[in-house]
């Protein structure tokens, strides 16, 4: 436990700050009180800023060798690239419309704390990212006396990361308008309505910083002169939020293409393409620890690999690189080794399709990972998150939560963090597909912290 925890949760328990969450939500804004409100965690998570900045630093550069494996391994090839993860051809098709190779950095680790330092579980690398908007919980916490009094005397600060996208927003519109920027989030056909509590949120954060978001659905675009268009509005950015999966026909294809179209007329700038879903999937991730690939990076890039990723393997087989004597020496390794290893779809969201080894059977174990040769699958070792306690106000009672972080970076660095948490007994996936998440803010603190001069 970090020493700003300890003070917090002393004082917590003395009353010297009272904080639940009522008392913050009583001081978000109206939009985002009501689509998060009532999924708050009872405190605030704090971590050296070092810390989390040197974490970011290393986001950069495994995002650097992921997007550099293309042209190292296969020659250029993104195609035969995603066959080595197992990836379905039919999105990768849509993936490289458009692609260069080198998307732009923009993305989000969600990854653990075990105690020691941060373990990357899986990239996101893309527009369509939530939890940018998290800091309203920063500001509420702030508008509370007791919580300000303390956040001064430790010198807590955070990154607002929709100010961060906002000002990416800004420069991307530059060559296309002089002024304010119309931009448009834009959700594949029929995406709304699940996620409209997100959006909004959203729509509130970016209109802090001046963007009037507009939102609508691929089907919704139209286009004049090469420029798209949403409700009859030019946009001069399109923020996309609809992800490959959900472009399902030639109609959505089409749509696609000319939205890539839009962006290289410099009519309609696309913030941020499909293509980084190649290096978003969990199977980049696997690739860096395979042996022929392993053996070709600099000293400093296994480093880095080591320090940040733990051990992940590809083990969709049949689509991919990995066959023969190779997969059932791979297979043994996972059958022996079932109680640390965790089984993930490459792409998946919210914990679908994940296999915790010791929650199962060595029969049901050695089934999955039969069924799962074709497709789109890694092992990953397990990693141990570091306890979190918060007190429970209803016992007085510090309880122990498991946080999943989830660390924005762009190509300024760190951009910024927030976090889902989940008592142990609620199960072993973190998301908010599981009732018992919870989610909160991240404020940073110079280390070493600050000495409480009032204790």
Known sequence: MNPLTSRFNEDSRSGAIRLHG??????????????????????????????????????????????????????GDLRRYAAGLGMDPGLVDLMVIGATGRPPLYARADAYHDGASFKLLELNVGSELGGIDT????????????????????????????????????????PVTGGDPVVALIEGRDGLAEHAHVFVAI???????????????????GSVNGKLTLDGRPLDVLLRYYASGQLVGPADRARLERIVAADAAGKTVLFHPLEGALFAS??????????????????DERAVVDRAVPWTRVISGAAGSLTGADWYDLVAHCREHRESL????????????????????????????????????????VVAPAAEPVLNHATGVLEDWHANWGVFVDEAGYGGAFVRALRGRDGSVISYSNPGTRGTCVFTYPEPATPDVTS
């Open 282 to 299: 969990k199977g980049s991730l696997g690739m860096l620890h395979e042996p022929r690939v392993r053996a070709l990076l600099t000293r």
């Open 203 to 221: 729509q509130e954060a970016l209109r802090r910083y001046g963007i009037d978001l507009m939102v609508g659905e691929i089907d919704q675009l």
């Open 342 to 381: 965790v089984l993930k779809p490459g792409i998946g969201y919210g914990g679908v399709g994940v296999v915790v080894g010791r929650e199962v059977t060595d029969r049901v174990w050695l089934d999955r990972l039969a069924e799962v040769r074709p497709l789109d699958h890694v092992v990953q070792q």
């Open 135 to 174: 800091a309203q919980v920063n500001r509420a916490y702030l508008a509370v006396d007791q919580f300000r009094s303390f956040a001064e005397r430790h010198r807590l600060g955070f990154t607002d990361t929709a100010e961060r996208v906002a000002a990416a927003l800004r420069r991307a519109a530059e």
């Open 22 to 75: 009522k008392t913050v939500r009583d001081h978000l804004p109206p939009v985002y009180s009501d689509s998060y409100g009532a999924l708050l965690l009872d405190r605030p998570l704090f971590v050296p800023a070092d810390e989390v900045a040197r974490f970011a630093d290393d986001l950069t550069k495994v995002f650097a060798i992921l997007t550099s494996m293309p042209e190292r391994y296969f020659d």
